[in-house]
């Protein structure tokens, strides 16, 4: 059983703050790496992906992997009301198939 | 610049009826998945294709059946449903298999 794990939450941070999203894997194949943002009732949307261990930034976005440790994390600069969402992490392995962690519910209060 | 189209939207199902949903995509991806979502869940992978022709089992496929008579399309069979299949399910497709995964809008099904 290939898993994902996420700290479901809630997780509330104040505007402004940066907020720290984890997850780890348990499949040592996985190859890549991605975090998705959903809004209630609405379908996933791709916020950033990482395949390589160390960080990668995307504006407010930062995503951190460490192989051996077979974790990822999230980091949200600068939160903002309009980030209130739950993440889901997703893992790809050499099978092509996308597994997806629970989600972290995610609040940012103005 | 549909993406990945699902249909329909909404839909119940009475006990026993069965039912397909719709997936198509207009982006040439060789994957295709579907996934189910249970309430306060992550996404659980029921289906998926690697190309035409060619499909796979995921994490929870009893109760469902899937074809991939093109690449285009990658429709969900329930045959015989039940109250455990009430779940939002959403189809992806993905051009490698493991770069990104892009989602439909999702089909909100309830069994009664």
């Known amino acids: 059983q290939k898993e994902v794990e996420q700290n479901s939450g809630p997780l509330s941070v104040p505007e402004g703050a940066i907020a720290s999203l984890n997850c780890t894997y348990s499949d040592r194949g996985s190859q890549s790496f991605f975090w998705y943002r959903q809004y209630s009732g609405k379908s996933p949307e791709l916020i950033m992906f990482i395949y390589s261990n160390g960080d990668k930034e995307d504006g407010r976005f930062t995503a951190q992997l460490n192989k051996a440790s077979q974790y990822v994390s999230l980091l949200i600069r600068d939160s903002q009301p309009s980030d209130s969402a739950t993440y889901l992490c997703a893992v790809s392995n050499t099978g092509n198939q996308f597994y997806f962690g629970t989600g972290t519910s995610l609040t940012v209060i103005p | ?112």
């Open chain 2, 1 to 112: 610049n549909a993406g990945v189209t699902q249909t329909p939207k909404f839909r119940i199902l009475k006990i026993g009826q069965s039912m397909t949903l719709q997936c198509a995509q207009d982006m040439n991806h060789n994957y295709m998945y579907w996934y189910r979502q249970d309430p306060g869940m992550g996404l659980k992978l029921i289906y998926y294709s690697v190309g035409a022709g060619i499909t796979d089992k995921g994490e929870v496929p009893n109760g469902y059946n899937v074809s991939r008579s093109t690449t285009e399309d990658f429709p969900l069979r329930l045959e015989l449903a039940a109250p455990s299949q009430t779940s939002v399910y959403f189809c992806a497709s993905s051009q490698t298999g493991i770069g990104e995964a892009f989602f439909g809008q999702g089909t909100r099904l309830t069994v009664v």
